[in-house]
């Protein structure tokens, strides 16, 4: 038979372990909500179309010899912004002209200028074109809900 001393102390026990066990959950859960703060995204630089498309990151319509090559990714989806040097008379014949997207990008970088996407003419895919005097920007949409149940 136990005693009081035992049963105070196998109650204490559980107290601690029930405490160290409230602190980890506590401690993960601060853990997620950092996660979710964090940044989605990751960015790559390429001298070259050919390098790019050779490290299977850029898209098959980027021309190899196309130069200055920014883009970032949504790691947990697919939606893109990319730029690089090169000319609209440089894209495969698959391109054809378009209307701009529906939807904005979400994904930010200092060379993106701001709305970008709505200056897009030409579709490669599933990428929205679009060109200025210097560079090709493309933008391709986002299809998975980034809410995570928010």
Do not use: H
């Not at 098959?60 to 990319?82: F, K, M």
């Amino acid at each position: 038979m136990e005693t009081k001393a035992q049963r105070l102390a196998r109650i204490e026990k559980a107290m601690v372990l029930s405490g160290i066990a409230g602190v980890g959950v506590f401690a993960l859960a601060g853990c997620w909500a950092g996660f979710e703060r964090q940044s989605k995204t990751t960015e790559f630089t390429f001298e070259t179309g050919a390098e790019g498309k050779a490290d299977k990151v850029l898209p098959q319509w980027v021309p190899d010899d196309a130069s200055d090559i920014d883009e970032v990714v949504r790691t947990t989806g697919n939606e893109r912004i990319l730029r690089l040097k090169a000319s609209a008379e440089e894209l495969p014949e698959w391109c054809e002209p378009s209307e701009p997207p529906v939807s904005s990008a979400s994904l930010e970088a200092s060379w993106w200028p701001a709305d970008r996407e709505s200056e897009s003419t030409l579709t490669c895919n599933e990428w929205f074109v679009s060109e200025d005097a210097d560079y090709l920007y493309g933008f391709k949409e986002e299809t998975i809900d980034q809410n995570f149940g928010g």
